[in-house]
């Protein structure tokens, strides 16, 4: 089992930056950040695979978002630009040894809150 421990988390108003960081206990094959809002549905926002950084992104917020990793391949990190309101929920950092895409992640960690305002 992996530990992840997501940070970066806060306020902001509209059109704003945040910087989403994960750590990890150990290496996974692929890692991703999901998000879920007050009365929606769990998404996925971006997804790692971390032996070449590959990446694959949700429409609802490409363009917005970039992952990355450190060297170690123990920390991934999530840069949000020109957030909009819409986009304030819990966020969560994934892993996964196996094969896939967005499903069958197996560990998650506890979530770090964001919240934009207009």
């Known amino acids: 089992q992996v530990r992840l421990v997501e940070s970066g988390g806060g306020s902001v108003q509209a059109g704003g930056s945040l910087n989403l960081s994960c750590e990890a206990s150990r290496l996974s094959y692929r890692m991703g950040w999901f998000r879920q809002a007050p009365g929606k549905e769990r998404e996925g926002v971006a997804l790692?695979?971390?032996?070449?950084?590959?990446?694959i992104y949700a429409a609802s917020m490409e363009g917005r978002v970039t992952v990355s990793q450190d060297e170690a391949k123990t920390h991934m990190y999530l840069q949000m630009n020109s957030l909009k309101p819409e986009d304030t929920a819990m966020y969560y950092c994934a892993a996964s040894s196996s094969w896939g895409t967005w499903s069958d992640f197996r560990d998650w960690g506890r979530g770090t809150q964001v919240t934009v305002s207009s």
């Open positions: 790692l695979y971390t032996r070449d950084g590959s990446t």
